[in-house]
């Protein structure tokens, strides 16, 4: 990822041209990456699915997207797959997931994806209308994998999704003034929903033979994704469809974690320093089980010195634990 942010630095205009391809996937018959589009904020909001307007994609070509991870044993098996034939996809992981992963998350930035983001626990915004709300959620979830990212930060974008594809004019512009770009979809397979993986693989394939074209929506932490995968995949090769890979401008993320303010709550700060914790000790596994999140009040920000504060956050008990296992979206409007 490193290197594709230094090829861009030195190319000029986002979105003028692709970059090329490079050469590093040792399977000769790969579906692989047909090219590089570098993706700015001025090209937002795209995804038929919410707006008038897509990613300037080609006949035949489609971008790869995985939402709501990242997860023990799923994620890794999908970066397997997507290793397996050498493609790079697009990852919009929630706050408290890549908080809770932070190996899972360095590790798909390291395969060479990209790394979006999708609000700190998965609400849906268009149900709250404090704007803190939206900042502590839309901040939140950028934040979190920033840190979970640690060293491999050059992989994190203003790429953001929203929670179910649920957004509105007052959400669009906050995500725009805050220098994120909303990235939306254009084709879904339905892998939130209780059907089968081959379900989930006629879907997908059906409505792009429909299309020809367009940014896929599919989830890293559903078993059925997993399954269906490298089926999905290889029938994309066979259809002579083309992997695209987007990727943003550093310098754009900076200017967003920057408007963007990390959340200062007690509880995301509790979190963080875990997480941080966790970065400090990636030789020992995860821990298994996933922190749940209850919106905290806003306060005033804390007059006690630093020092102070930081000890009383390492010695702070565990925020009681909230089950986290509905974060699939809701159903777009079929295409």
Not at 37 to 52: H, I, N, R, T, W
Request: aromatic residues 6%; proline residues 8%.
């Amino acid at each position: 990822m490193k290197f594709w942010v230094a090829a861009m630095m030195a190319g000029g205009v986002m979105g003028a041209a692709s970059l090329p391809v490079r050469a590093e996937c040792s399977n000769p018959d790969a579906l692989g990456v047909s090219r590089v589009m570098p993706v700015s904020v001025a090209d937002g909001p795209v995804g038929l699915a919410s707006y008038k307007r897509t990613l300037a994609l080609d006949d035949h070509e489609v971008v790869l997207t995985f939402d709501d991870g990242p997860i023990a044993n799923r994620t890794p098996a999908v970066l397997k797959a997507l290793e397996r034939e050498c493609v790079k996809a697009t990852f919009f992981t929630v706050g408290v997931m890549a908080a809770a992963y932070p190996k899972l998350v360095q590790e798909t930035a390291q395969a060479g994806h990209t790394i979006g983001t999708h609000t700190w626990s998965h609400r849906y915004l268009t149900q709250r209308r404090n704007r803190n709300a939206a900042d502590f959620q839309i901040g939140g979830g950028l934040h979190a994998a920033n840190v979970a990212l640690g060293e491999e930060k050059a992989a994190l974008s203003p790429f953001f999704r929203f929670p179910g594809l649920n957004h509105n004019k007052r959400l669009d512009a906050f995500v725009a003034e805050n220098g994120l770009i909303s990235v939306s979809v254009d084709i879904v397979g339905d892998d939130w929903l209780f059907i089968t993986p081959d379900q989930v693989l006629q879907r997908t394939m059906a409505r792009l033979e429909q299309k020809k074209k367009g940014i896929i929506l599919l989830h890293d932490i559903q078993n059925r994704t997993v399954q269906m995968l490298p089926a999905l995949l290889r029938q994309l090769k066979e259809r002579g469809y083309r992997v695209v890979h987007i990727v943003p401008d550093e310098t754009e993320t900076r200017v967003a974690l920057a408007k963007l303010g990390e959340p200062q709550s007690r509880s995301f700060q509790i979190a963080m320093a875990r997480t941080r914790t966790k970065i400090a000790k990636l030789g020992a596994p995860d821990l298994a089980p996933v922190p749940g999140f209850i919106e905290p009040v806003e306060k005033a920000p804390s007059t006690r010195p630093l020092a102070e504060r930081v000890a009383s956050i390492e010695a702070a008990p565990a925020p009681r634990p909230v089950a986290f296992a509905r974060v699939q979206a809701a159903p777009p409007p079929a295409p």
